[in-house]
């Protein structure tokens, strides 16, 4: 009999709703039954597309001796922590403040209060590794709680006041200048893979937002460095195990520092991050394979992502049937040479193997292979290895494909929007501007209310019950006003406007801190506020940038005054720990630079009109915003009192509240840009 989450909207949460596990969400109800029953709360935090989690779920969640034990002994509380990423940063500082590390599953001990006593992540169904078994643990702590209340209550309240009492102390500092990045590319310097890209060890992870301040700061300074580290990076991604060789998109992280073998779960998140890079990337070097793999990675996202209702699905798992009826990890992505010869016949078998890198040995597990690209084909092989390339990809498109999470994010949405146009803008691909248009119009009819407030996700077009955090309101509003520099069409920037006012409104705090959540939000044991990047940019560093474009396109001092306030904890932060304030140092490259106002008026069907629009969208200037239209049009801030020069388009570029002459000639204004 499903249990409480039959109900719900999070397909990780429906996947638990058949378990012997008496599962509820998260919710005062639960809390009011651990109360009555007297009992604690196990909380377990995950994802869909999480393996670690599956593998805990099939083990002990299934299990019907081990449900019959928590169902006895505790309230159990399921939480997806892409729905309510909130819940998660909380108790995820509390577990890596207890162990020094995290992850998921979270696997966290509550008192009927909601403070947290014990923590871990994943258990074992039985001891191993030196790790206690589930069953040892739900044991130890109903002991704890029974016996030894007192100790109980005294870690619960330590730990409480531990969170409640950290505050950061890194706001208010001053703007991040020269100085500051110039550290920020010489910590990057220092931990750079100069033999194979990236930054770090293994597990190494696609750096999207260094890439971007990279690019960002060749584009301003010159420095070639800057861009040799992030077309490097690039290309060796490009050229891994990481990158879907066939299908275009980017897995969630390489687990050697090669790039090698990917984890293979595929985000949302990650393939529209990258999708900008490379566009970028190309708008820098002109590279051809930048502009394949920008393109690819749009084309996988609207093929293997895009909901019926026109959004963007949050992920696709890691595992999938592997023909014999067991899940595995990487088997719809990995190639054996039998394999090879079956689809494509001995003799392209043996190329596709050369080209691809498919050795007898595997280099992944059971004698298979992940598909990477060691070398580009000569001229004379491109037609035959693109009739390979098609010929596995119908091949793999046979087996059972990984399954999808369904969930449509908010603010993912946006990073997805914002990445589209651009890169339909770029290569004129109108489908992808489509696209774009079509998962902007789901966000304002399914997730906006009358009042301009987000819900963080929806399923099947119904929107979810949970309110949307800092990174959504920040991550649509970019997203937004990318649409309309791309589309010209005002109503984006109007829509931009009113979620920032929600962020100057209910999540800002003292000094230019900003929070996670709104102040009206929910009540947790602590109110998130986290400036770091991670997989994403934080709510916090992507509020700043689109508070920095919303004031360059409307002169809106609040607007300018609140980004500048959030960028000061990029002072603090990117000379010490540039890899994880990438996008900050991303948006302060923009405010050094000015950013930089374009405004291009003539008629569309004018030839110099578009070339000038066109010179201004492949500019690699930081954080420039663009506003194009007829002359005096009331689309745009930056269109009013701009009339034609002579009868002739005619592009205006302000930085720093000057402005230039107007110029009517695109080399003159690509020269103006640079």
């Not at 002994?73 to 998660?88: G, L, Q, S």
Request: include cysteine; glycine fraction near 10%; charged fraction near 25%.
């Amino acid at each position: 009999m499903p249990n409480r989450l039959a109900q719900a909207t999070s397909p990780y949460l429906l996947q638990h709703a058949d378990n012997p596990v008496d599962w509820w969400p998260w919710s005062p109800e639960a809390f009011e039954e651990a109360r009555r029953r007297d009992v604690p709360v196990l909380l377990s935090v995950g994802y869909s597309s999480c393996h670690w989690c599956h593998v805990m779920a099939h083990e002990s969640f299934e299990d019907e001796a081990t449900a019959a034990l928590l169902n006895e002994h505790f309230v159990a509380v399921k939480v997806d922590r892409e729905e309510r990423p909130d819940i998660d940063a909380v108790y995820m500082e509390a577990v890596q403040a207890a162990t020094g590390q995290g992850g998921w599953p979270m696997t966290v001990f509550l008192t009927p209060d909601a403070a947290p006593f014990y923590f871990g992540t994943y258990f074992p169904p039985e001891p191993r590794h030196g790790m206690p078994s589930f069953p040892e643990v739900l044991e130890g702590v109903r002991t704890a709680w029974t016996e030894r209340r007192g100790e109980v209550a005294e870690v619960a309240d330590r730990i409480v006041k531990d969170l409640a009492g950290r505050s950061l102390a890194v706001v208010g500092d001053g703007l991040p200048g020269e100085e500051e990045l110039a550290a920020a590319l010489l910590g990057l310097t220092r931990d750079y893979d100069a033999a194979r890209g990236g930054f770090g060890g293994a597990p190494k992870f696609p750096p999207s937002m260094a890439l971007e301040f990279l690019l960002r700061h060749h584009a301003r300074t010159g420095a070639e460095g800057a861009l040799q580290m992030a077309a490097d990076t690039c290309e060796a991604m490009a050229r891994g195990g990481i990158y879907d060789q066939l299908g275009g998109g980017f897995a969630r992280y390489a687990v050697d520092r090669a790039w090698v073998v990917p984890h293979f779960e595929k985000m949302l998140y990650d393939n529209a991050l990258l999708c900008r890079v490379y566009a970028h990337l190309w708008k820098a070097t002109g590279s051809d394979l930048a502009r394949r793999v920008a393109l690819e990675t749009a084309d996988f996202m609207v093929r293997e992502l895009r909901t019926p209702e026109g959004g963007f699905a949050s992920a696709l798992d890691a595992d999938s049937d592997d023909g014999t009826g067991k899940h595995v990890e990487g088997a719809y992505y990995a190639w054996t040479p039998a394999q090879l010869e079956e689809a494509l016949g001995a003799e392209d078998a043996a190329l596709a193997a050369t080209h691809y890198g498919v050795t007898e040995e595997g280099t992944f597990e059971h004698g298979a292979s992940v598909l990477q690209l060691p070398q580009e084909a000569g001229p004379a092989d491109a037609g035959r290895i693109a009739s390979i390339r098609t010929r596995l990809h119908a091949a793999r498109e046979r087996r059972e494909r990984p399954g999808r999470d369904d969930k449509v994010v908010a603010a993912w949405n946006g990073l997805a929007i914002a990445a589209l146009a651009e890169t339909g803008a770029l290569f004129d691909r109108p489908d992808l501007v489509e696209r774009a248009t079509e998962a902007a119009d789901l966000l304002v009819r399914l997730h906006l209310d009358d009042g301009g407030r987000l819900a963080r996700t929806s399923k099947d077009g119904r929107a979810g019950g949970h309110a949307g955090v800092l990174e959504d309101y920040a991550d649509v509003a970019e997203g937004f006003l990318a649409l309309a520099a791309v589309t010209g069409e005002g109503a984006w920037l109007d829509f931009a406007g009113l979620l920032l006012d929600h962020v100057l409104d209910r999540f800002t705090g003292e000094g230019g801190a900003l929070y996670d959540t709104a102040h009206d939000a929910e009540t947790l044991i602590r109110r998130p506020q986290d400036p770091t990047d991670n997989a994403t940019p934080s709510g916090w560093t992507a509020a700043a940038g689109a508070l920095l474009s919303y004031a360059a396109h409307t002169g809106s001092e609040a607007h300018r005054t609140a980004a500048e306030g959030a960028l000061g904890v990029v002072k603090a932060l990117g000379p010490r720990a540039p890899r994880f304030i990438g996008w900050g140092l991303a948006v302060a490259e923009a405010l050094l630079d000015g950013p930089r106002e374009i405004a291009v008026v003539g008629h569309p069907a004018d030839p110099v009109y578009q070339e000038l629009r066109r010179t201004a969208l492949r500019a690699a200037t930081p954080g420039a915003v663009l506003a194009a239209g007829a002359p005096d049009s009331e689309e745009f801030p930056l269109l009013r009192d701009r009339p034609l020069v002579a009868g002739s388009a005619a592009a205006y570029v302000c930085r720093h509240f000057t402005c230039d002459a107007p110029v009517t000639d695109p080399e003159a204004l690509a020269r103006t840009l640079r």
